[in-house]
């Protein structure tokens, strides 16, 4: 895995070698080369390996997710902010299986990172929701609640803040 401003650097080269090759008169090459300066500046906002990290996650294949996050290994070198809140964001899904500490720490660390879609920052405040009521702080959950009800413009958490609230009632 490249540094992030590593992908940056490989970026300016293909396009003082695109701009070379347009001076030396081979057009193709120097249009194909700055065609390709596409990839290192998508990678540099994309992480590669949480995309696959994604992918795996649609699969429900968690170990395959957990061993493409561990090939990262100082986020805070190689990923720009949002995609470190995305990074936190993968870690506390997986571990609200298992850990519910350590993800409640993830969610509280991705939502202060910053996440690029409202539906993940929504999931993210109900998982954190569904956290603080099984620790009993049912003013907490309430506002969690009511901050993902806001978020999910989609609808398509509506059954389960229901289902966390009347779960809330008998607390």
């Not at 249009?31 to 990839?39: K, P, R, S, Y």
């Not at 500490?101 to 954190?128: C, H, P, R, T, W």
Request: charged share 25%.
């Amino acid at each position: 895995m490249f540094h992030k401003n590593i992908k940056l650097i490989i970026a300016g080269f293909l396009i003082v070698a695109g701009v070379w090759q347009f001076t030396e008169s081979n057009i193709g090459n120097g249009i194909f080369l700055i065609l390709l300066t596409a990839f290192p500046i998508f990678l540099y906002f994309k992480n590669e390996f949480i995309l696959l990290a994604f992918l795996k996650l649609r699969k429900q294949d968690f170990e395959g997710a957990k061993k493409w996050l561990a090939y990262i290994k100082s986020p805070e070198k190689a990923l720009v902010r949002k995609q470190q809140g995305y990074f936190n964001y993968l870690h506390g899904i997986m571990l609200s299986q298992t850990n519910l500490n350590q993800s409640e720490k993830y969610f509280k660390k991705a939502i202060e990172l910053g996440l690029s879609m409202d539906m993940d920052l929504a999931v993210a405040k109900l998982n954190l929701a569904g956290i603080a009521m099984s620790r009993r702080r049912k003013l907490e959950a309430t506002n969690l609640l009511n901050e993902a009800k806001k978020l999910d413009k989609q609808n398509m958490l509506t059954d389960q803040i229901k289902m966390m609230k009347e779960q809330m009632k008998k607390i």
